[in-house]
DNA sequence: TACTGTGAACCTATTCACAGCA
DNA sequence: TGCTGTGAATAGGTTCACAGTA
């Protein structure tokens, strides 16, 4: 991913290129906006900040886009598949074992962990699964990137600053538990309780 | 609450509001900030657009502050619950069956959906199950205002419109799908393969 | 005509810098 | 001294407006 790209347009490429994945024939900057909820010109700019100039005046052939898009992207879409792993497995974490989640999406598990052995003995998956004391281990052989963290909230904070020392790059974070990493470690919140909240806060947005 | 103050600051007077719960004695603004992954300047400027100034020259009362962000965001932590509903059955969404993920979280799920009959009648909880087409009727019945959508990719677009026709006023999308909902619907996106990819994006952000 | 591409204007959010105070 | 509270400065992102083009 080259530099000189502000983070906003970073995420709405990433969306743009989910959506041109799903779409035929020729699209509009107009189109593309609606969906992605801003105005047309900021979709004009963010595809002209990877460079790609090829719209015409009935829009941009989606195949050729979503391949600029892919060129530009890191190639998590490729064969070159991002390792990551989960980290409790719970009933919310074990719903992640699930094969196909993650089919095709340039991720693949390739570790579960959990603190109760017996979890780790009895849940079956495509991936082996491991006592959380082997965390370090595991994620140092098997080169893992990225985590899925989906414990209890009470081990939230020491799952994930054993995470961060491990040098992984990210956390998707599926607990109540504001997290505290350094910033060489990208964060997402995903937690139902904490979303709720903040769906709660956004301010009515007026009209469609 | 109240007008006048920008989406990012509602968004971290939650998030403070979360830290303060888990805290006593007195915090600087200092210790909230690395906390929350910004400057210290700005959470003062947060704390002051609530309209609170009873900080000194040792930080603020955790408690006091906590009351006073309490005091001004929606009661969601009192005992005027939200109410919620959660689409979608699957091994995800049947996750979010387990009681106590929301407890004390300011909202209550009082119904689940699911378009495969047989899981509404074989799954149990602590609120009703119904079939998917019941949608309507029920969150209209139940004045149910938020949902969390956990179906399967294919139907998440049509429940998406639905729930939007239904006035609900946030979505929590744990499906892949990009959804296209009205200004007047809150939204945000959950799903593990949307948000590594949106981890990966992320520029090295240097240092800890 | 209906769109793209893009510089400039605008607006919003964050950080800086420092006075005031326990 | 070490913090808050806050106006001013800066940075960042989005929208506007329009020239250029198939």
Redesign the pocket.
């Known amino acids: 991913m080259r530099e000189g790209i ?4 970073k995420r709405r490429l990433v969306l743009l290129e989910h959506l041109l994945s799903r779409m035929t024939g020729r ?4 189109t593309l906006s609606t969906l992605l909820g ?5 979709i ?2 963010d ?2 900040s990877i460079g ?9 052939d989606v195949k050729e886009l979503q391949n600029a898009l892919l060129g530009f992207l890191p190639n998590y879409v490729l064969d070159k598949k991002e390792r990551a792993c989960i980290v409790g497995l719970g009933r919310l974490g074990a719903a992640f074992l699930d094969e196909g989640i993650f089919e095709k999406s340039g991720f693949t598990i390739v570790a579960g962990f959990d603190s109760n052995v017996n979890r780790t003995e009895i849940l079956h998956s495509t991936f082996p699964l491991y006592p959380a004391s082997r965390l370090e281990t595991v994620i140092k052989a098997e080169r893992i990137d990225w985590a899925i963290l989906a414990t209890k909230n009470e081990e939230a904070l020491s799952i994930a600053e054993r995470l961060s020392n491990c040098r992984i790059r990210g956390i998707v974070n599926y607990t109540d538990v504001t997290l505290k990493v350094p910033k060489t470690v990208a964060l997402e919140n995903a937690s139902p309780v904490t979303l709720l909240k903040l769906l709660f806060v956004r301010g009515e947005n007026s009209s469609e």
């Open positions: 502000s983070e906003p347009t699209v509009t900057s107009k801003c105005k047309d010109s900021l004009r700019h595809i002209a790609f100039s090829k719209g015409f005046s009935n829009g941009y």
